[in-house]
């Protein structure tokens, strides 16, 4: 499933105010003993690509090269979205593009939504971009449900960046969707983690229109 941002929203001040914000950082599982009722796990992949072709990640060359500070909050309702480019989510977490994109972090029970998505060093062209899916031209909303007792795999969320000229235009676009690699996926969560095997649930982003 999938869906396009037509125009691109340029925001450093977002990109330099959120990360630094009151946004929780979301702690990886690794020093986690034990799942129960009060906690969950939520892991996935990252994937970016460039007119349909996947961009490699090298070693950054700074800690700024390929990274993603994603932003999340509990889903009440569509008409309580937040809204204010200046308040970021509830929490944060962060993906390195160089490490494979894979992420997971600890979070508490819920339904959840992506705030914003900010991209810095990640597409040809455009150093730093910040994104919130459902304020744009066609909006979409992203939701994930965080079980509880359960390492919960989201899939791969691939970010598909084009540019054409036309018209003596350089025209941007965004395509956001979600594919299944859960073995893979599984794997990789597993090499860290193997004491979560018996919770390990598939239940994929979600992506709805607005």
């Given at each position: 499933?999938?869906a ?5 929203r ?54 700024l ?95 598909d ?22 073995a ?6 597993l ?20």
């Amino acid at each position: 499933m999938g869906a396009k941002i037509n125009v691109f929203r340029f925001s450093i001040l977002i990109l330099v105010a959120l990360p630094l914000s009151c946004a929780t950082r979301l702690p990886p599982p690794q020093n986690l003993s034990s799942l129960n009722d009060k906690n969950s796990i939520v892991f996935g992949k990252m994937e970016v690509l460039d007119n349909g072709d996947p961009i490699h990640f090298k070693t950054s060359r700074t800690f700024l090269d390929g990274l993603m500070m994603c932003h999340v909050s509990q889903y009440v309702s569509n008409q309580k979205l937040n809204r204010d480019l200046l308040v970021a989510g509830q929490y944060a977490f962060k993906v390195a593009l160089d490490n494979d994109g894979y992420f997971s972090f600890l979070i508490p029970p819920g339904k959840y939504y992506l705030v914003e998505l900010d991209y810095v060093y990640v597409f040809p062209d455009e150093p730093s971009v910040g994104i919130r899916t459902y304020q744009g031209k066609s909006p979409f909303l992203m939701t994930f449900d965080a079980l509880p007792n359960r390492a919960v795999c989201i899939g791969t969320i691939q970010n598909d960046y084009d540019a054409q000229w036309g018209n003596w235009l350089l025209k941007r676009s965004l395509s956001i969707s979600v594919t299944n690699d859960f073995a893979d996926t599984k794997n990789w969560f597993l090499k860290s983690n193997p004491k979560f095997e018996t919770n390990v649930v598939e239940e994929d982003l979600k992506i709805s229109s607005l």
